[in-house]
C-alpha cells in the first residue's frame, strides 16, 4: 500500500471511530489493615480444611459430594463452553482455507451437429483472512479469555459452596442425633420417675395431681423422639442429594460431642481478595466486559479482508488441464447504520459498569463475611463455655431436687421444675455446640478454603 492509500486509510478511520463512550468512576476497595474481631491463628488455611474435624465419615461426605455434585457437574460443563468460546475466537485471528472439487459429465451437440460426451472437474482451494488492523478481534479473544477464566473461578467457588453446605449438613444431622439422644434420655428418666409416682399415689403418700403432671411431662418428652426422627430423614435425604445419591441414611463416624473442634485458619485482609473464587470471577468478569467495550467500540473502525483462490480446470474436452486464481481485498467501513453501532456501545458500557459495580459489591462483601464469621466463631464459644456451665449447674439442681422429693422433703413440683429446665438447657447446648462447629465451617467458607487459584488455566 502506498504513502496515498495509507494515509487515506487513517483518515477514513479517525472518521468512523465514532463518539467516545463514557463509563462509571467505581471507587476501588482497599483491605482493612486487620479485622475487626481478634481471634489468634491456630493453624494455616489448608485446602481439605474439612479433615480438621477428625470424623473420617465427614471427610468422606464432603469429597463424595464433591464428586458426584449435579451443581459441580453444570459448572464444569460452563467451563468447557466457555473454553470452545476462547478457542473460537481465537479462531477468527486465523485464515480460513477451504477445498471444493466438483465433478460432472454432460452430453452435448457440438457445432456440427453431433453428440458430445465430456467430463470435467474443477478442484480449488479458497483462503481468507481478516487483518486485525485495529486489534478488534484480539479484544474479543481476550473478553472470551477472561470469561473462561471466571468459569474456572465460578466452579470453584460451586465446590467450596458444596464443601462447606456439606460439611454443615453433616454437623446438623449430628446435632439431631444428640437431640434425639437427649430426648429418649429423659423420657426414660420420666418413665421412671412416672412409675415412683403412680406407685406412691396407689399407696397414699401422693395426690393425684402430681400423677397427671409427671403424665403430662412424659408425653411432652415423648413427643420430641418423633419429631427428631422425622428431622433425621430430612436431613439425610438432603445431604445425599447433595452427593448425587437417593434419599436414604447416612453413616457416621463420631458423635457432636466426640467430635474434634477444628482449628481457627490464619487469613490476613490483604490475601483474602486473592483467595477467594468469587471475587476472582467477578474480577475476570469485569475485564471480559472491558475487553468487550473495546473491541464494540472498534466496530467504528473499517475491515480489511484478503481472500484468495487457485485451483484447476480439468476435462475430458482439454488436452491438459487449465490452472485458474484469484486474489483481492476489500475494505468495510460502517457509514450509517441507524444507530446501532452506538446502541451496541452503549449496552456494552453498561455491562462493563454493572461488572464494575459486582465486582466492588462482592469484594465489600467477602470483607464483611469474614469479620462477621470471626465475630461468630468468638461468640459461639462463649456461648458453648456458658452454656456447659449452665448444664451442669441444672444438673446438680435436678439431682438435690430429685433426692428431696425421694426423701419427703419437697413437693413433685420442685422436681419437675428442675427436670424441665435440664432439657432445656440440654437441648440448647447440643444447638450451641453445633454452632461452634457450624461457625468454624462459615470462616473456612469466608476465608476462601485454602483456594489460592493455581489451578486455574490461564
Do not use: H
Not at 439425610?236 to 442429594?241: D, P, Y
Not at 456501545?345 to 459486582?358: F, I, K, L, P
Amino acid at each position: 500500500m502506498n504513502r496515498f492509500g495509507g494515509a487515506t486509510l487513517v483518515l477514513l478511520a479517525a472518521a468512523c471511530a465514532g463518539p467516545r463512550v463514557e463509563t462509571a468512576a467505581v471507587e476501588p476497595v482497599v483491605a482493612p489493615t486487620d479485622w475487626r474481631t481478634q481471634v489468634a491463628a491456630q493453624a494455616p488455611l489448608e485446602a481439605q480444611w474439612w479433615r480438621g474435624f477428625g470424623d473420617p465419615q465427614l471427610v468422606a461426605m464432603v469429597e463424595r459430594a464433591l464428586e458426584r455434585n449435579p451443581d459441580i457437574a453444570i459448572a464444569v460443563g460452563r467451563v468447557r463452553e466457555a473454553r470452545a468460546a476462547e478457542l473460537n475466537a481465537r479462531a477468527a485471528l486465523l485464515p480460513t482455507l477451504d477445498a471444493s472439487g466438483g465433478v460432472s459429465q454432460a452430453r452435448t451437440v457440438n457445432a456440427f451437429g453431433l453428440p458430445s460426451e465430456s467430463t470435467s472437474g474443477q478442484p480449488q482451494i479458497q483462503a481468507a483472512w481478516e487483518i486485525d488492523l485495529f486489534g478488534r478481534l484480539a479484544d474479543t479473544r481476550a473478553a472470551a479469555r477472561a470469561q473462561w477464566i471466571a468459569s474456572q473461578a465460578a466452579r470453584d467457588a460451586v465446590r467450596l459452596s458444596v464443601a462447606s453446605t456439606a460439611a454443615s449438613g453433616y454437623l446438623t444431622l449430628l446435632a439431631l442425633d444428640a437431640r434425639l439422644n437427649v430426648a429418649r434420655e429423659t423420657l426414660a428418666a420420666r418413665s421412671d420417675s412416672l412409675r415412683l409416682i403412680r406407685r406412691r399415689v396407689e399407696e397414699g403418700y401422693s395426690p393425684k395431681l402430681e400423677l397427671e403432671q409427671a403424665e403430662a411431662d412424659y408425653q411432652a418428652a415423648a413427643k420430641l423422639v418423633p419429631a427428631a426422627q422425622e428431622s433425621i430423614t430430612r436431613q439425610e435425604n438432603a445431604l445425599r442429594l447433595l452427593t448425587g445419591d437417593l434419599p436414604g441414611p447416612v453413616a457416621r463416624g463420631a458423635s457432636l460431642a466426640t467430635l474434634v473442634t477444628a482449628p481457627i485458619p490464619e487469613g490476613l485482609p490483604s490475601q483474602l481478595l486473592a483467595r477467594r473464587p468469587d471475587v476472582v470471577q467477578a474480577e475476570e468478569t469485569l475485564v471480559a466486559t472491558d475487553r468487550s467495550l473495546s473491541a464494540v467500540r472498534k466496530r467504528f473502525l473499517p475491515t480489511v479482508r484478503l481472500t484468495g483462490a487457485a485451483g484447476a480446470v480439468v476435462s475430458s474436452l482439454l488436452g491438459d488441464p487449465i490452472t485458474i486464481w484469484s486474489v483481492g481485498g476489500s475494505v468495510l467501513a460502517p457509514l450509517f447504520e441507524g444507530g446501532r453501532l452506538r446502541a451496541g456501545a452503549e449496552g456494552a458500557a453498561a455491562q462493563r459498569d454493572q461488572a464494575a459495580e459486582s465486582y466492588r459489591r462482592t469484594a465489600l462483601t467477602a470483607f464483611r463475611e469474614v469479620d462477621d464469621a470471626l465475630s461468630g466463631v468468638v461468640s459461639a464459644d462463649e456461648q458453648l463455655r456458658i452454656g456447659t456451665a449452665q448444664r451442669a449447674a441444672l444438673a446438680e439442681s435436678y439431682r438435690l431436687a430429685r433426692n428431696r422429693y425421694r426423701a419427703g422433703y419437697s413437693p413433685f413440683l420442685e422436681e419437675l421444675d428442675a427436670q424441665r429446665g435440664l432439657l432445656s438447657a440440654e437441648l440448647a447446648l447440643v444447638q450451641t455446640r453445633a454452632d461452634a462447629l457450624t461457625a468454624r465451617v462459615t470462616l473456612y467458607r469466608a476465608l476462601g478454603g485454602g483456594w489460592t487459584g493455581e489451578a486455574l488455566e490461564r
